[in-house]
Each structure stands twice: as C-alpha cells, then as structure tokens.
C-alpha cells in the first residue's frame, strides 16, 4: 500500500538467522507448474495491483514491478548507495546539476523494442508529464538529451543526488512508452511495458490468484542454470491458512506471519525464516480536517493513548520503536523522541476538548487492512486502551484499496497504514503523507498548512547542498506535524519476519524495495 519502510544503519548489513535445518523433504511437498517446474508463489494478505501505470504507480504492486520494471540504479543496502542496473556506470558534475548515465548494452523491452537513451528519456519525460505517484522524485529535472544510443544525461534545476533518485521504488521505471498509442488503456487490460527478467501472463482482479508473470526470454541478465520461470501472487488474508499452504508447498514464500506463526515457522524442518530490519513504519493518520479529531487536543489524547511498548512486546520481535518520523538509517531520522503512552494525560486533554470519563462519549472510526495481523492488534489494543476514558473505537478492517478510496472521501478519524520511502531518503514521508494535497493522494491526514509546507519544499535542496540544514529542517518538520499539529502517531517500525521454502537460495531483504521478493536472483527449492 503504500499500505505504503529501524536499526543502526549497521544492521542493515544483515538479514538476520536463516532458522531451520537442512530442508526435510517429507515435510514440504514443492508443487510443479505444468512445463514440470517449480513456480514461484509469492503470498500476501493484500491485493496486489492497484495501477498498472509505471508512471502512476504508487502502491503494493511494487512486488510484481519490480520483477517486470527496471530503473537506471538500484539501491545497495550494503554500501548505503546506488548500484548498476540499466546504467553500468554514471558521473555528476562538481555543482550536482549535471549527472551522466551509461546503459547497459542489448537490452530490449519485452515489446521487443531497445530499450536506449532515447527511451529513457521518453520514460522520464512522460513520468514527469502524467504528474502522477511519485512523480515528484524528478522535479529537480530540467532536461534529458539523450547524447547517442547508450548516453543518456540529466541537466537540473537544482543539485539533487540523481543516482539516487533513479532507484527509486516509484515512478523510476524505465518502460515503453512506444507500446500503444494509447498507452495508458494498453496497460490497464493488464500488459506491461518493461524490460526486467518477467513479463505479465495473467491477471485477474479481486481474484485470490490474482497475478502470474512468466519469464522473458530475452532478458539480459540471461536464464542460465536454475530459476524460476514462473511467478504466482496469491491473497490470502488468513495468515493460518497462508502458514498450511507453505507447509504443503502451495506457497513459497510467505511475507508476513503473526508472531505465533513465525515462532512455529523458526522450528519447522522444511521452512527457512528471515528476520530483519527496515524502513518501513506503521502511521496512525488523524483526520486533521473533520470530525471530532479536528480538534488537536483530541489527536494530541490519542497520541499518549497508546501503549506503545506494550504492543511492541506483543508484536515479539516484529516492532522496534519509533523516533520520530523518520526510521534510524535515513536522513530525516530524529533521534531520542520514541512516544510513551501517558493516559493522565490523554484523560486530561479528552477533559478539555469535552469528552473522557465523565464527559461525553466520543465515538471515532479507525480503518486497517483486512488480513494484517499487527494492524488487528493495534487496533484491538487501542479500543481497550480508550474504553475507560469513555471513547468508543469504531475499528473496521477493509480490503487496502477500499479503505484508501475511503480515505481520500475523508471517510475516518484514524487511518493506519504502512509507509516506506520512495528511495532512499526521509523526504518521502514530509512530502507525500504531510504535505498539502488536492486531490488528497496519501495525505490522509488532510493536513493544510502554509508554514509547514514551505519548510518541506526546503528539504529536497538542503538534503544535497547543506546536510547539517537539511538535519536542522527535520527536526523542525518532525516537531511541526507530531507536536504543533497532532496529525499523526508512529506506534512502532517494521522488523521483517519471512517464512519460505528451505531449499530457497539466494533471498535477502533490501529495505528500499518493502516485500519485494527479487525472485530471478532466487535459486528454487528443488
């Protein structure tokens, strides 16, 4: 979703224990696609496309694009920076306003098309011009020449740390835009415009077998030795059911379990686990604009009503706390401000604004994912947390494309979702989920405020030209939305808990892409 990612940047280096002895072969039966191969099934608890614009695409579908879209670099958790992808190679002017960029020789779409400078350009170019997702990151943009066949350079506005920018989770892909004439209308029957080692086989919306990709034979990065040819997406919001379809090898890799799932998943011969750290935090968005939470001192109540270390002890393992907005790793991190709930003090502020015990009785309406299990058990928490103090929790669980559509009509009081960045860099947050919006896209807050969006606009430009301000604007911004404004809560941020195949080889987490399993790089379970 952007359900829509914290640790010393340290551990970010490692995906922690890889549990289980060697895979018992009785124990996980690996079923075969009919050309006599093992697929790849990749098991989620939410639907899995909600645009299948490159350019648009802002969402959970990044785990099948980034399968079947391609960008200029790719994000390297390991040395923290951008790494070879479609470009081999790039160098940036002394001024960071001119960046050049190498591709990758005999690549081609799976249109068939060559994927060169001059499509790069198109790519960007259109991105920028759909103005949709997370079109934004290239704002900094200028001009694009494509200098020959293989050279493609970027002229700014402003220094900006383009490398970076081009492994971008979003709006980054590099597509063909020449596939349709109506380009738009093509893809959304479901057809792809990419370069990476999948293409799109089938799609079928609402459908529990929602997505399957097939391999592109053409793909650069070639099919020698063993891969999987084949990948399956399946929604399963029973993570019970989910945990029983690893075990009988209908699935292989399972994203998320519960914590009882994943303690079990730890022992069970046959299953291989994967716990690691990441950016991706969960966000309880007040609704800043209408309804009783439009008053600060009822969000303010709500964000010392939590009881953040008591859920981040029930999540065992699958939480650490936040600081900030920002997680540890990013720029934009502010550290020494993880919440501590105090219902003293959410008793005398609902007192102010009205309500709490002896009051009147407030009513408010949170929305969640249908099928997330940590997301239930913030929610079930928090309704009891708030009981005493005379307010009833209205917690709906809805599918995630149903509760963002609600969201955006201002549907709620609280929205909990889900938010990692866009590339690797805590503007992401400010920009996208506090910054003035209209239409609303992820701003579910409805946050609205001059001052406020004027020192975001700052933090693109100081991120490159003065760190040491760029810090400085952080610390405001945080302070602005968590404390001058009350709009949200961040009660904990993600630990990744895997559970897949044994006989998997090759899997590791990378914090930029959230959930994204990179499967060509997988050796199958045989």
């Not at 494509?146 to 506005?157: E, S």
């Not at 920009?431 to 020192?455: I, R």
């Amino acid at each position: 979703m952007r359900r829509r990612l914290a640790a010393a940047a340290a551990l970010l280096l490692s995906v922690a224990a890889c549990s289980a002895p060697a895979p018992d072969p009785g124990a996980v039966e690996v079923r075969q696609t009919p050309r006599g191969e093992s697929a790849f099934v990749h098991v989620q608890n939410l639907d899995v496309i909600t645009e299948w614009d490159p350019a648009s695409s802002y969402s959970n579908e990044i785990i099948a694009f980034q399968n079947v879209y391609e960008t200029l670099t790719m994000w390297n958790p390991v040395t923290a920076k951008a790494a070879p992808r479609l470009a081999t190679s790039w160098v940036s002017s002394v001024d960071g306003r001119t960046w050049t960029f190498k591709l990758r020789p005999g690549v081609t779409f799976h249109t068939g098309r060559p994927l060169d400078a001059a499509a790069v350009k198109a790519s960007v170019e259109r991105t920028m011009k759909v103005g949709e997702g997370a079109s934004y990151i290239w704002d900094a943009v200028q001009s694009i020449k494509a200098d020959d066949a293989l050279t493609v350079t970027f002229t700014l506005k402003y220094p900006a740390p383009l490398d970076l920018v081009a492994s971008s989770g979003y709006a980054a892909y590099v597509y063909d835009t020449k596939a349709a004439p109506d380009l738009r209308a093509w893809l959304r029957t479901g057809k792809d415009a990419g370069s990476g080692p999948y293409m799109i086989k089938s799609w079928q919306k609402g459908k529990e077998d929602e997505l399957t990709l097939t391999a592109y034979d053409g793909y650069w990065g070639g099919w020698t030795g063993p891969h999987y040819r084949t990948v399956k997406y399946r929604v399963v919001p029973d993570l019970d059911r989910a945990w029983r379809m690893l075990l009988r090898g209908e699935a292989s890799f399972v994203e998320r379990l519960d914590p009882r799932l994943y303690a079990r998943a730890r022992t069970t011969p046959g299953v291989r686990t994967s716990r690691s750290p990441s950016f991706q935090t969960m966000m309880m968005l007040f609704n800043t604009a209408g309804g009783p939470t439009a008053d600060v001192r009822v969000r303010r109540a709500l964000q010392k009503a939590v009881d953040y270390q008591g859920i981040i002890k029930a999540l065992r393992g699958a939480g650490s706390p936040a600081s900030g907005i920002v997680p540890e790793g990013l720029p934009g991190h502010v550290p020494g401000r993880e919440p501590r709930q105090d219902l003293p003090g959410a008793t005398e502020l609902l007192r102010q604004a009205g309500y709490g015990p002896g009051g009147r009785p407030l009513r408010l309406t949170l929305t969640y994912a249908e099928g997330d299990a940590d997301e239930k058990l913030l929610a079930t928490r928090l309704a009891a947390t708030l009981k005493p103090l005379n307010v009833t929790l209205d917690a709906r669980a809805m599918q995630w494309n149903a509760q963002w559509d609600l969201g955006k009509r201002r549907g709620q009081d609280i929205f909990v979702m889900y938010w990692w960045p866009d590339y690797a860099d805590g503007y992401s947050w400010f920009g996208n989920v506090f910054h003035s919006q209209n239409p609303t896209v992820f701003n579910l807050t409805y946050l609205h405020d001059k001052e406020t969006d004027e020192l975001l606009d700052t933090l693109p430009r100081l991120t490159v030209t003065d760190k040491a301000g760029a810090g400085r604007a952080f610390r405001q911004a945080t302070a602005r939305v968590l404390d001058r404004h009350a709009a949200a809560a961040l009660p904990w941020v993600v630990t990744y808990q895997r559970a897949y195949l044994g006989g998997i080889q090759g899997y590791d987490d990378n914090p930029a892409y959230p959930d994204v399993a990179f499967v060509h790089d997988l050796r199958p379970a045989s």
